[in-house]
Each structure stands twice: as C-alpha cells, then as structure tokens.
C-alpha cells in the first residue's frame, strides 16, 4: 500500500501564488487532480517517474508546474496567478507504471491522498 500526504492549501487572494506538496512512501508516476464543490474530479498536472515529462489541463497550462524531488519522494504543485474558479479540493494521486509515461485519467491511478482545500478569494 502506497500513502500520500499532502499539506500546504489555503485561503489566498485572486492573483496569488501557493505551493503544494505531497509526500509519498513509493517513486511512483504521480499526478493532481481536483474536485469543485458540485463538479466532477478533474485532471490538473500529472509528471511521469523520472519527472522528465509532464502535462497540464489547459486552463492551467501556463499558470500551474508540476515537479518532483525524487530525493524526497514528494511531488509538488507550484501555482501561480491563482483564480477563484480554483478552488477546490486538490489531490494527490499515484500508480505503479514504467519510466517515460504520465497519466491524465483519474481511473488510472491507484493510489490518492487525503486532500488539501484551496480557496482563492477576496
């Protein structure tokens, strides 16, 4: 069993910037997803084992990184010229798979943490 820990939501204004990480007890192809109150799970950025390659839904593309530390295990989210139709619950996710790939589909990840809250707002 694979755990995921993130940290480092919270309640931020229009046009600010946050940074989320997620620790995990495996080296695994990790990605974030997130969940609107009322809307469905959505990708956001996903990077595949060795963080050589990476993707982003495009209303993000531009204004989110995704990297990772290997070193450490952990996965981050640098968030930049963050929005109000941000906010959501943001999740980590992980899955076993080959070196070289990312995955975009929640279905496909096996493994996911306990959430963060971050809210953009004025």
């Known amino acids: 069993q694979v755990q995921l820990v993130e940290s480092g939501g919270g309640l931020v204004q229009p046009g600010a910037s946050l940074t989320l990480s997620c620790t995990a007890s495996?080296?695994?192809?990790m990605g974030w997803f997130r969940q609107a109150p009322g809307k469905n799970r959505e990708f956001v950025a996903a990077i595949s084992l060795a963080g050589t390659l990476t993707g982003y839904a495009d209303d993000v593309k531009g204004r989110f990184t995704i990297s990772r530390d290997n070193a450490k295990n952990t996965l981050y989210l640098r968030m930049d010229n963050l929005k109000p139709e941000d906010t959501a619950i943001y999740y980590c996710a992980a899955r076993r798979g080959v070196t070289g790939v990312y995955y975009t589909r929640d279905y496909e990840y096996t493994f996911w943490g306990q959430g963060t809250q971050v809210t953009v707002s004025s």
């Open positions: 495996s080296r695994l192809p």
